[in-house]
């Protein structure tokens, strides 16, 4: 579903809905694009402060996230102190919300990746066009922004 100009007064709380939505879709789509490619799962990739490298998250990203933590009933994660992902387990080598992981978890390639040699490139930027589209359609200012950003903020929320 597009919304138009005549969907102007289209209320706040049905964007979110539909944005959401087709957050959730993409996703699927791009860990059904990546299937072929697989990795030790060491989450070397989720040790955001050494790798440098965190993924972005369109604002329907960190929605589905909150929504994840919500549906657990469990508080937002506090930092870790070795830098890693604040969604990772206790253990620092499983995601706790694999299920909802964002766009960037479900595509990052390493040197650990094992799979076809050529990237899924035109399909990831489909996936990422339509991620934009939707964010852009439910908040027009929307832009990403990385995951400890994200975190960051909804911290200092909570604490008021
Ligand atoms: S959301 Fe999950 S997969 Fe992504 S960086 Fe954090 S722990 Fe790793």
């Known amino acids: 579903m597009k919304f138009t100009d005549d969907d102007a007064e289209v209320p706040e709380p049905v964007r979110r809905k539909h944005a959401l939505a087709e957050t959730r879709e993409v996703l699927r789509k791009a860990s059904e694009t990546y ?17 440098g490298r965190p ?30 992902c604040p969604f990772l387990d206790v253990s620092g080598l499983r995601c706790t919300v694999y299920e909802d992981r964002p766009f960037g978890c479900r595509t ?22 339509q991620l934009e589209g939707a964010n852009v359609e439910w908040q027009e200012e929307a832009q990403p922004k990385p995951l400890p950003e994200w975190h960051a903020a909804a911290l200092g929320a909570s604490r008021g």
């Open 108 to 129: 990052f390639f390493c040197h650990r990746v094992s799979g076809p040699s050529t990237q899924p490139t035109f399909a990831t930027n489909d996936l990422l066009h």
């Open 35 to 51: 299937r072929p490619w697989s990795c030790p799962s060491t989450a070397e990739c989720c040790q955001l402060t050494k790798t």
């Open 55 to 84: 993924p972005w998250l369109w604002p329907s990203e960190w929605a589905v996230l909150l929504e994840r933590l919500k549906r657990d009933a469990r508080p937002l994660p506090p930092l870790r102190a070795d830098g890693g």
